[in-house]
Every structure is written in structure tokens, then in C-alpha cells.
């Protein structure tokens, strides 16, 4: 239990405009959670404080040898002023999970979980109501040792910061076409793919410049082995429905393991459709495109929630998924996820956690 | 041309005690070079001023997804009181190759070279003097958008800050134990394993701490693909001398093109030995200690300059190098690159640059 302490901003933002549509990521709220690391003494001085700046020396590991990590998740308001976070529990273990892969010590679960809730009680007023919007909550850590060389930090920064957000994709639920990349490779087994760290978004920067060029809004990415097998999207894992079947890439180490990827697998599950986490080759894709067994692609992320997927592009081939519009089951999804998170239907599986 | 401000300090440092060995990257100067870039506008604002922290927004974006870039080089004080740096053209080369592959805008490298020997200029009484001292020279850029999401961001801080530093391992030029590791991959073909970025740091940070806990001091990468290909140390390129060659891995993309690699690679060909710039298996690495033709082995960089290899570890096959000792070589390229660096012997290839 964090015995917090709380400073109010004497001087609050204005809200964002209702009628103004959000962008994702630029807004950030009046308050943010913040906690210091120190070897020997651990996590102290949880607090929830201004939205202000950090200041850092320029000697700060951070800036040098990244080790850093962050976590994304939401919190919605109900219609009838409920505040909801998402499976929050699931975000706080793979943040552990990404702590001990990048040697950033680990926060108690419960802890976390407080801390969330603090800064987004405090900040309740700035969860936007209107359809496809939420409060984005980027938890992060980095490291802040003044010290040039390589070994993991001894002190660290934690902090919470908010954002009032709309649809992560200029396409909101309109199909994004999709680059899958054949020269560039963002993450390799026994590397830190799997690991929420900013060092596997830098690797994938070339490659979407690439794809954005190209007309393509995403990267699919191929396995950095054999280069032949489906990997992830740039901040989103892929589901293929073929032939009835839902699959997607099995989690191997090199991915990361989605808390909205882990969602979809359970509703289809729960609604008796069968799916399979196995690996799955380009070529077998562009088989069932061939032949008309691939019936629907889907990207599933916090940000983007359910993306269909309405063009992939491999080399010279383009595959037009049906009709190039949304597919039934991603519909269908994005509905039944946004309206668990919204508290709108049923919540079978006890995903959603109320702040008080 | 850069047309740098000048801003001296008003409360000057007291210099190092000269009695006090050097730690690695501890201290730092009086005063550090900045300049800023903008989309449309460029790099712009070069300036030298006082050392100090550097204040960002909490969104901004080198704290989530890793887009920072830095370089690693020297300035030496010669016994007639000039200043020298070692090859700095190359470091400025390859920091904008890594600025191309990870999407940063390039710098001009002649304005880079003006910046860094403006700052060196301005704390020139930093440089140390003693055997194996120097004064380490840290340019590094940070992506400075607030903004979360996966892009480039559009603005950027270069700096470059100056630490007077002595050995880098504590073991200074006495042979270290390096451990070859068969579990972590730390880059790999695609990737952006050649490109100096934090995220191939902290990749490295779990693997460096098992190897710690072992009695070893660095970490042998192999490839990530077949995982079996030495490709290069922690901070080091490394080399073998089998059989009278002088063997290195070859530049795959996936290691880094090392200053000193290269220093070393020019020097022994001068010399008249034979060098091969090849892909090395560690089970050839093996035989060749286990025939005795495994003759010298030893890491190059900028911090460690030489360091020679005493023991070398792969799963439970220990391999002592001749008698763990320093080599021939290792000793001879030593006192001939600091020689050079020192400007206490000839520089045949030209490599060191005054600042006056
Ligand atoms: C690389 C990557 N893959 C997948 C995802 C989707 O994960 P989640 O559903 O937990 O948001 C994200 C975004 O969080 C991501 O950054
Ligand atoms: C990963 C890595 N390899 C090799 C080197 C050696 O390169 P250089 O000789 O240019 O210092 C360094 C250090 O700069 C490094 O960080």
C-alpha cells in the first residue's frame, strides 16, 4: 500500500473542447503519478503531483543506453459516471515482465495498480465520453543514473501521465493497409521484442517511413530468423480468420504479448469459433488470399482497440482482403471490447475494474 | 559554418584532484555544446554553454520509444600541450548513419566537427595527462516531440558533453574474462544492430548481468540467426590471431563499425600481417584453442582503446588464452595507438586532428 501524497495544480488546463475531435497522444492532463528508485532504499516518494517537466542531466542513462519502459492502457467513463479501467492487472505483470528482461527493477502489483487509480481518479474529469474516445494512461520508467558506460541503471524514475485521446489511426475503423516488411527486421528471439521498450519502436521507424511512402499506413512484421513467418503490427497483433478458423502468430519472444490480442482469443473462444496460436508463414497467407480462404484480417492494440485490415502488400503482390471493408468478426469485436470497456454489455470475464 | 553563442560559466568546477585515479564517465565538464532542430527550420541555436539539466515534458518522445542516438570519442593532450582528437571524422560519419537508419535528421560534418572542437576548445583544462587517461567526448542526440505514438518525432536536441575519464574496465590493460553468450541476441541482420542507438544497450543489459554474476566481465555476442557466428563484445570489436592471422568478424550490419576496428585493422597490415575480415564460428574459435592455434585475442574501442582477453566462455567449455596474459599483439597495438593518439609517435595514416 503507497502512502501517497498529493500536490493539486493551482493552476488547471482547460478541458479539451467537446466538439473538437482528439488526436491521440498530444493532450495531456492537469496531474501525473510520479516515484523515485534508489538502489538499497527501492520505490519512495509515490506522489501525485502537476503535470510538469523533468529535469535530467544530460549524463542521464536514459538519454545514452535506453533503458526505458513504458506501458499503454484506458480508462472509459460509464453512462452512468463509472470510471473503468481495462484489464489493468494485465499491463501490470508485462511491465514486470518487461522490468526484469531490461533489468529495471520491479514494482509491487499492487502498488501499480494504486498508483493508476490515484492519477486517474484525480484526473476523472478528463475522460472524453464521446464514441471512440478514452483516457490513455502511459505508465513509464526510465533510468537516470548520471553515468556514462553500460550497465543498468541504479536509480529510476516512475511515472503516470494521461491523455484524453480519439482513434490512433487516422482511419478510425476504416481498414488500414498494411506493409509487411521484407528487409527490415524489428525483433529477434532471444532479443527484447517481447519486452515493452522503446528500443524495438526505434528499430521499426525505417520501415514505416518506408510503408508511409508507399501509401501503407502499418508494418507487418516477418520474424527476424527465417524472415518468413508473421510476426506483429507496429503497436498491434494480427488475427487472420481462414477458412473459418482465427489465427494468429503464437507468442514466441519476439512479440509482445497483447492484452487486447489475449481479449480477442477469448471472446472467439467464448463465441465457439476456433482459433489457433501457431506460427504462420507469408506464403501460407498469400495461399488463402489466393484462394479465397483468407476472409478477414484484423489488428488488435490498446490504441487502436480493432483495426481491420483492408490491404496487405508483400513485395509486388497486393492483396485485397474481400472486399476491402470490415469484416464481420472485427465489427463485432471492436463492439463487444468497446462496450465491455464503456460497461455497456455484460463483462463475462470480469475484465473491467472500477476506480473509486 | 556554424555561428555558435558562447555562454561561459559563472561557477567554474574545480578540476580533478590529479592524485585521484579516473574513474569511467562520472565527471563531466564545465560547460557542453546544444543545438536544436525543427522540422522546416533545421538545426539551429548552436551554443556552448555551462553544463546543466536538461528539462523536458514527461510525453517527450526519447522517453518511450527509444529515439537516441550517441557517439564516443577522444581528446588527448599532447606532451607539447596540443590538443588531439583521434579520427573524429569517422565518428561523425557513423553517427550519421546511425541518424539514417533511425530516421534522425543528419548533422553537416563539418559543423559537427566545428561543435566538437568548440566544446573541447572551451574546457581544454579537462584533459587529463596521466598514462591511460583522456578526455572522453559523448555527442548524442534525443527525439524532444510531445507526443506519444510510433513516429519520428519532428524535433530534436543534439549535445555533447565532455568527461575526463581513465580506464574503462577496472582491470585497465590487464586481460578480461569474456563470456560467449547462447541465450540473449543483442542485434541481427535487418536490425538496427550497427547503428549506435540505445536500444542495442539495454538489449545487452540482462546477458551482461548473468555474465557478472559468473566472474565475467564483458559479454561475446553471436549472430542472431544461426547463433553461431561471433560478431562482437559489449563496447568492443574483437579480434583473433589464429595461426599468425589476424581474424575478425566481418561488418554484417548487425555489429558496430568500430573507430578503433579500423585503426587496428589498418595498423596490422601496415605491420605486414595478414588480416581476414570473415564471419568466425565459435566452434572454429574452439578448435583453434583447443589445437593451440588460438594464438591472442582482444577487444578494441574507443573507451577501452586495446583490451586484451585472458579467458573466454562458452556453456561450459573454459578457454584460457596462452597463458591469460596480455599479447604480443594486444601490447604493440596499445602503445602504438595511444602512442599515435598522444602524439608521441608518427601518424602515418594522419589520423589525429589538432584543435586550436
Ligand atoms: C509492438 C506492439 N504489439 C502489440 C501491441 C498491442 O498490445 P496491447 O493489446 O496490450 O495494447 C502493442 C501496443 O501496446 C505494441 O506496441
Ligand atoms: C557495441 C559496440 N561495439 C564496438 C564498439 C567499438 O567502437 P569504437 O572503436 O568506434 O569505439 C563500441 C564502442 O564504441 C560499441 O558500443
Redesign the interface.
Known amino acids: 500500500m503507497l502512502n501517497i501524497r498529493y500536490e493539486k495544480t493551482t493552476n488547471p488546463k482547460p478541458l479539451p473542447e467537446k466538439d473538437n475531435p482528439l488526436k491521440?497522444?498530444?493532450i495531456?492532463t492537469d496531474h501525473?503519478f510520479a516515484m523515485n528508485y534508489e538502489e538499497g532504499k527501492g520505490w519512495f516518494d509515490p506522489r501525485v503531483v502537476p503535470?510538469?517537466?523533468?529535469?535530467?542531466?544530460?549524463?542521464?542513462m536514459?538519454?545514452?543506453?535506453?533503458?526505458?519502459m513504458?506501458e499503454?492502457l484506458k480508462a472509459y467513463k460509464t453512462d452512468d459516471g463509472r470510471t473503468l479501467l481495462f484489464r489493468p492487472n494485465k499491463n501490470i505483470e508485462r511491465a514486470n515482465r518487461t522490468n526484469r528482461?531490461?533489468?529495471i527493477p520491479e514494482i509491487d502489483e499492487e502498488d501499480f495498480l494504486q498508483a493508476i487509480k490515484a492519477v486517474v481518479k484525480m484526473d476523472e474529469a478528463w475522460i472524453p465520453t464521446k464514441p471512440g474516445t478514452s483516457l490513455?494512461i502511459?505508465p513509464?520508467i526510465?533510468a537516470t543514473d548520471?553515468?556514462?558506460?553500460?550497465?543498468?541503471s541504479s536509480t529510476y524514475l516512475f511515472?503516470i501521465?494521461l491523455?484524453p485521446v480519439g482513434a490512433?489511426y487516422p482511419e478510425g475503423l476504416n481498414p488500414v493497409k498494411i506493409w509487411i516488411e521484407d528487409?527490415?527486421?524489428?525483433?529477434?528471439?532471444?532479443?527484447?521484442g517481447e519486452a515493452k521498450?522503446?528500443?524495438?519502436?526505434?528499430?521499426?521507424?525505417?520501415a514505416?517511413?518506408k510503408a508511409h511512402e508507399e501509401g501503407y499506413s502499418q508494418v507487418l512484421w516477418l520474424d527476424?530468423?527465417e524472415?518468413k513467418y508473421i510476426e506483429e503490427v507496429?503497436?498491434m497483433n494480427i488475427f487472420f480468420k481462414i477458412n473459418g478458423t482465427v489465427v494468429t502468430p503464437k507468442l514466441n519472444g519476439s512479440i509482445l504479448p497483447g492484452v487486447t490480442r489475449d481479449s480477442v482469443i477469448n471472446l472467439c473462444k467464448h463465441w465457439g469459433l476456433s482459433v489457433e496460436e501457431r506460427r504462420i508463414s507469408v506464403d501460407e497467407l498469400l495461399e488463402a488470399a489466393k484462394d479465397g480462404s483468407l476472409e478477414e484480417v484484423w489488428g488488435t492494440g490498446t490504441?487502436a482497440v480493432i483495426s481491420p485490415v483492408g490491404h496487405l502488400r508483400f513485395e509486388d503482390t497486393v492483396l485485397q482482403i474481400k472486399d476491402g471493408g470490415i469484416g464481420e468478426i472485427s465489427q463485432k469485436l471492436y463492439d463487444t471490447v468497446t462496450g465491455i470497456q464503456l460497461g455497456r454489455i455484460e463483462d463475462p470475464f470480469g475484465w473491467t475494474v472500477e476506480v473509486q
Do not use: W
Open positions: 491521440f497522444g498530444t495531456f501525473m503535470y510538469q517537466k523533468i529535469s535530467l542531466e544530460p549524463s542521464a536514459v538519454f545514452h543506453y535506453g533503458q526505458e513504458f499503454g528482461r531490461i533489468c490513455y502511459r513509464f526510465i548520471e553515468f556514462l558506460g553500460v550497465r543498468p511515472m501521465i491523455s490512433y528487409e527490415y527486421v524489428r525483433a529477434v528471439r532471444g532479443g527484447i521498450t522503446g528500443g524495438n519502436y526505434v528499430a521499426s521507424l525505417a514505416q517511413m527476424g530468423v524472415r507496429g503497436a490504441a
